[in-house]
């Protein structure tokens, strides 16, 4: 029988990287590290940000990264020990509904 597991307990976690590699590179490790159960890395865009007084324009690359929030303080601090960013962006978004499947699965990646 599947257990239940309230949907507040998981998080969509987004970050961004200047390169499609560094983002493989850091997705490859959150998964190994079962921070994460899956990540996708969506194609280069466009970023037009205000840093340190001046306008800026750069490419990045968005990650969507699927976890669970008990690990969040551990990925936040892994992503900064990794991350190329004087100031990344790093921000959870609570999945507060979700197929329960897919959501078991998640924490199944934490504990497999």
């Not at 990287?17 to 590179?25: F, I, K, S």
């Not at 008990?70 to 959870?92: G, M, T, W």
């Not at 699965?105 to 934490?110: L, Q, V």
Request: aromatic share 8%; with cysteine.
């Amino acid at each position: 029988m599947r257990q239940y597991c309230p949907m507040s307990k998981y998080l969509l976690v987004l970050t961004t990287l200047p390169t499609e590699e560094l983002a493989r590179q850091l997705a490859a490790q959150l998964v190994e590290q079962k921070l994460a159960a899956c990540i996708n890395i969506l194609p280069a865009m466009t970023s037009i940000y205000q840093w340190q007084g001046k306008l800026e324009q750069g490419t990045e690359h968005q990650m969507l990264i699927k976890t669970r929030q008990d690990c969040y303080a551990q990925l936040e601090k892994f992503i900064l020990a990794q991350h190329p960013y004087e100031l990344p962006e790093i921000i959870a978004v609570p999945i507060t509904q979700g197929l329960p499947e897919y959501l078991q699965w998640i924490s199944d990646a934490r504990t497999s």
